[in-house]
């Protein structure tokens, strides 16, 4: 009786420490589809960092004629639209990397205005379109915000080891994780591997999956000076935005871009196959070494 009393107790307080994130890791992984992709979230928790990106695309998608951006688009040019902290946040971010880039990074589908016409009050967490007809696409970057907020929760509730993948937006818990990086150039090779620690967080831009998807927004045309572009930071939807900007900018401009952001790394390979590295980018590892 009093080894039962005492297997009963212990299995209590292992049930405690699992439930407060004690003993969070485990090396189940889970996927499901989310924002027009594959989700693979590696580590216990993975279902409620799934659900965590679910509602974030109910936020985000433009196609939901009920999210807060599509509430935003309807109201462009007659009155501001207040948002949650999580879609005010990513669209705060997105105008600054657009600000910061010179507008290569541009959430608006421009018909009629510029990111210059979205103005958001930081105070009633309110967003504006200034014209009529102007709207908002955070294609650029909710990926980005999802796994960083998914990332977040999961470390609230107690993640010691976890990897938020998206495909092109990644975000890290713990480490060292070995990311293949996807040879733009040969379909279905990988051309390196890229280690990622505790808090990093990665994304890659590129062409080749989609040819012509990414526009260069101060012209209007196909950007095409970049194959691929792949940016890690420590905040996912700053990594996935800037990616775009590097990509549309060019090899050159971008990579000057990226080395002005203390923190921020840069792989970029160029129209020719060229690829450049930013200074300290020691994490890559090339296949072909």
């Known amino acids: 009786m009093k080894k039962s009393l005492q297997f009963t107790i212990l299995l209590f307080i292992l049930f405690c420490l699992l439930m407060t994130g004690k003993y969070f890791y485990t090396t189940k992984a889970e996927t499901a589809l989310a924002m027009g992709t594959m989700v693979t979230v590696k580590g216990n928790g993975a279902s409620v960092a799934i659900a965590e990106i679910k509602r974030l695309d109910h936020l985000f998608s433009k196609f939901d004629p009920s999210s807060e951006v599509s509430r935003i688009n309807a109201a462009a040019g007659r009155s501001p639209v207040k ?15 657009a600000k910061l880039s010179g507008g290569a990074f541009d959430i608006t589908l421009r018909k009629n205005g510029s990111w210059q016409d979205v103005s958001i009050n930081k105070y009633q967490k309110t967003v504006f379109l200034k014209k009529a007809g102007i709207e908002i ?19 609230s509730l107690g993640a010691k080891k976890a990897l938020i993948d998206m495909r092109s937006s990644i975000a890290a818990i713990g480490g060292p994780w070995k990311i293949g990086l996807q040879d733009p150039q040969k ?12 808090g990093d967080a990665l994304s890659t831009s590129g062409q ?7 526009i260069n927004p101060l012209s209007g045309k196909v950007a095409n000076q970049c194959i691929s572009v792949t940016i890690v930071a420590k905040d996912a939807g700053l990594a996935d935005a800037l990616s775009t900007a590097a990509f549309v900018l060019g090899p050159d401009r971008g990579m000057k871009l990226i080395k002005s952001l203390p923190g921020t790394e840069c792989l970029i390979i160029d129209s020719q196959g060229k690829l450049m590295l930013s200074s300290g980018f020691k994490r890559f590892m090339s296949l072909s070494d």
């Open 137 to 155: 696409d955070l294609g650029g970057i909710g990926k980005g915000c999802a796994v960083q907020r998914a990332g977040k929760l999961l470390r």
């Open 208 to 214: 080749y999956e989609q040819p012509g998807h990414i």
């Open 83 to 97: 948002v949650s902290d999580d879609t005010f946040n990513a669209i705060a971010q997105a105008l600054w990397v």
């Open 187 to 198: 379909s279905g090779a990988m051309m390196g591997v890229i280690t990622l620690n505790d």
